[in-house]
């Protein structure tokens, strides 16, 4: 499997460490063959070598220098990220760059230049799924590629695969959760007496803000996976503007303090209803008793409920952001693709 990454930040450079660091183990137990040939970031430069690159020079590079073409070893430097896309010999496309809440851009024609030329594509970014899921859904199959985004919903735990493969069967009438990694951990941290803006710091420098973070702290990003979830595990699609959205910007400390001696706790969370009228969602914040399911996920983790009419209700909880949590979810994907490969069989999703 040849590699190319499109955006090389924290997520970008925790996944080509993985498939570093594990190489051996991906080989001999899943023979995954991944070699990175490119990667293509848009301040940090270009790189690719059709034989392959170095990792660990690559890390180096960036981390050391700031700079990806500070690698001295290419065969070719400054291709920008469609030429990377079409001009490589890249297969497997790592879509790695920020979510634009607006328009899903650069990253919905990252995606669509790749099925057009054969190439599959990981990505983590939720612009491209949560607005324009069926016509790249279609795109890729008509070109035979695969389009993986588990890590789009809660980083590296399985909130879209559990679902669509082990709940198969039945049917899942609500989905209530908290998806949002760094507002769960600014509450958390609110909690111990920490303020919102040093709470929000910590989580920046943990890598698991967005890029701008008013996406996570206004709700945003919990919206687009609400969409996510909507359309792919409940099978309608909504548009991610019209569900109604509040963040946790006005949140207090009186306001966390008040609800602490009310054994309750702040908690933003997602809702998805199936209703006889269609999907109904809303995202928002929500003071829930500390007997609820819910109350106790704490920091980064997040957790997701399913209520299923023939299993009852399942939790999910795990990693909801973080680097080497959100490569994992890349890397799953590419196990699939591998095995499916193998097998000569469909990808479980
Ligand atoms: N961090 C996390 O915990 C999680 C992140 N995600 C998603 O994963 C994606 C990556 O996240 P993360 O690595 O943390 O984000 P970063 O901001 O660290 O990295 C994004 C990278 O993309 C680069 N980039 C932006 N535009 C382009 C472009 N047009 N072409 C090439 N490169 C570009 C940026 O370049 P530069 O900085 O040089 O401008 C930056 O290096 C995002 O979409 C995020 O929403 C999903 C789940 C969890
Ligand atoms: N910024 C997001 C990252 C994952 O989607 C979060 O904090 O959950």
């Not at 190319?4 to 924290?10: C, D, E, T």
């Not at 328009?103 to 024609?109: D, H, N, S």
């Not at 109904?280 to 109350?295: R, W």
Request: charged fraction near 20%.
């Amino acid at each position: 499997m040849n590699i190319a990454f499109i955006g090389f930040g924290g997520v970008g450079q925790a996944l080509a460490e993985i498939l570093h660091e594990r190489q051996e183990k991906l080989e001999q137990e899943y023979g995954l063959k991944a070699k990175v040939v490119a990667v293509a970031d848009k301040m940090k430069g270009s790189v690719y070598h059709p034989d392959g690159l170095d990792v660990p020079q690559l890390i180096q590079s960036v981390r050391e220098d700031g700079n990806i073409e500070a690698y001295s070893n290419a065969e070719t430097y400054g291709l920008d990220s469609i030429q990377t896309i079409k001009d490589t010999n890249a297969d497997m496309i790592v879509e790695v760059t920020f979510t634009d809440v607006q328009t899903g851009q650069p990253a919905i024609e990252h995606c669509e230049t790749a099925f057009k030329h054969g190439k599959s594509v990981v990505t983590t970014n939720k612009g491209p799924v949560a607005l324009k899921l069926e016509e790249l859904q279609a795109l890729a199959d008509e070109n035979d590629c695969f389009f993986g985004f588990e890590g789009t919903v809660m980083s590296g735990t399985p909130a879209l695969r559990l679902p669509k493969t082990t709940l198969m069967g039945n049917d899942i009438k609500e989905v209530v959760g908290i998806l949002n990694g760094t507002t769960n951990y600014i509450l958390t941290e609110m909690e111990k007496g920490f303020s919102f803006n040093q709470a929000l710091k910590q989580a920046q420098e943990y890598g698991y803000a967005e890029a701008d973070p008013t996406s996570d702290i206004e709700g945003y990003d919990v919206r687009y996976k609400t969409a996510i979830l909507s359309h792919y595990v409940m099978g309608e699609a909504i548009s991610a503007l019209e569900i109604p959205c509040e963040g946790i910007r006005e949140m207090t400390q009186d306001m966390i303090q008040e609800a602490l001696g009310e054994n309750k706790h702040w908690k933003l969370l997602a809702r998805i209803k199936k209703t006889p009228h269609g999907i109904e969602a809303a995202v928002g914040p929500e003071k829930i008793s500390n007997d609820h399911p819910l109350a106790s996920i704490q920091g980064a983790t997040n957790a997701i409920m399913y209520d299923c009419d023939l299993a009852g209700p399942i939790m999910l909880t795990g990693a909801g952001a973080g680097l080497k949590e959100t490569g994992f979810s890349l890397l799953i994907e590419m196990i699939h693709v591998q095995q499916s490969r193998t097998n000569n069989s469909f990808i479980v999703r």
